[in-house]
C-alpha cells in the first residue's frame, strides 16, 4: 500500500497543481503570451496533434486572448525543426509573422517552461497542448516561475492518445523531480528579446 501510494504522488500533485488551471478556448484568460508546445512533426509539417495545438494558439490569438505565440520544439537537428514547422502552419491560419516566437531548444516540457520564464522573459501566459499533457505543463511552468494556465485541447481516441494517457503516468514522476531539483535545461544560452520586441510592435 505505502508503494502504491508513493507511485501515485506525483501524479495527485500534477492535478493538484493544475486542475483549477485547465480551460477551453473560450475561457482561458487573457495573457500576453501563449507557449505551445512541439509535439513531432509529420513529413515536415506538424503531426495530427501538433496541429490540433496550433490550431487552439491561432483561435486564442485571433479572439485577442493573446498578442504573441511562443512555439516551443526540437531543432536539435538540422534535418528536424519543429519550430520552424510550427510558425509555418500557424501563418497559413492568420498569425503575422511577427507575433511569433521560436524557441528552438525547447527539448521537454521542464526545458521550454524555463526557458519561457528565464530566456524570454515570459512571467504570465496560456499553454496550450493535449489534455492528457496540459497538467503537466501548467505545473511544471508554474514551478519555473510563470503563472500559468492552460487549454488542454481534444484529440481523437486512438493509439497515440492512449500512449500519451500511460507516458503521463510515469513522466508525473520526472516532472516531480524536476520541480523539486530545478535543473538546469539541457541548452540555455543567453536571453533572447524576441517576445519583448513582438509584444512592442
Known amino acids: 500500500m505505502?508503494?502504491?501510494?508513493?507511485?501515485?504522488?506525483?501524479?495527485?500533485?500534477?492535478?493538484?497543481?493544475a486542475d483549477s488551471r485547465v480551460r477551453t478556448t473560450?475561457?482561458?484568460?487573457a495573457r500576453d503570451v501563449v507557449v505551445v508546445f512541439g509535439a513531432g512533426l509529420r513529413q515536415g509539417g506538424?503531426?495530427?496533434?501538433l496541429a490540433n495545438r496550433l490550431d487552439a494558439a491561432a483561435e486564442l490569438y485571433r479572439a485577442g486572448r493573446a498578442k504573441v505565440v511562443l512555439v516551443t520544439g526540437d531543432n536539435s537537428r538540422a534535418?528536424?525543426?519543429e519550430p520552424d514547422a510550427m510558425r509555418?502552419?500557424?501563418?497559413?491560419q492568420g498569425v503575422p509573422d511577427e507575433r511569433i516566437v521560436s524557441d528552438f531548444a525547447g527539448f521537454d516540457t521542464w526545458d521550454s517552461c524555463v526557458r519561457a520564464k528565464k530566456i524570454f522573459g515570459v512571467d504570465r501566459a496560456v499553454l496550450v497542448s493535449q489534455g492528457f499533457h496540459i497538467r503537466r505543463a501548467i505545473a511544471l511552468c508554474r514551478s519555473a516561475g510563470?503563472?500559468?494556465?492552460g487549454v488542454g485541447v481534444d484529440a481523437r481516441r486512438d493509439a497515440t492518445w492512449y500512449y500519451g494517457g500511460v507516458r503521463e503516468i510515469f513522466a508525473a514522476g520526472k516532472a516531480a523531480l524536476d520541480a523539486a531539483t530545478e535543473p538546469d535545461p539541457r541548452f540555455l544560452g543567453r536571453q533572447e528579446p524576441g517576445v519583448a520586441e513582438?509584444?512592442?510592435d
Not at 505505502?2 to 497543481?17: D, E, G, K, R
Not at 506538424?46 to 496533434?49: F, V
Not at 509555418?88 to 497559413?92: P, Q, S, T
Open 26 to 29: 473560450a475561457d482561458a484568460p
Open 46 to 49: 506538424p503531426s495530427p496533434y
Open 79 to 81: 534535418e528536424y525543426d
Open 2 to 17: 505505502l508503494a502504491s501510494v508513493v507511485a501515485l504522488a506525483p501524479a495527485t500533485w500534477l492535478h493538484a497543481a
Open 88 to 92: 509555418a502552419y500557424l501563418i497559413e
Open 146 to 149: 510563470v503563472d500559468a494556465y
Open 198 to 200: 513582438a509584444l512592442a
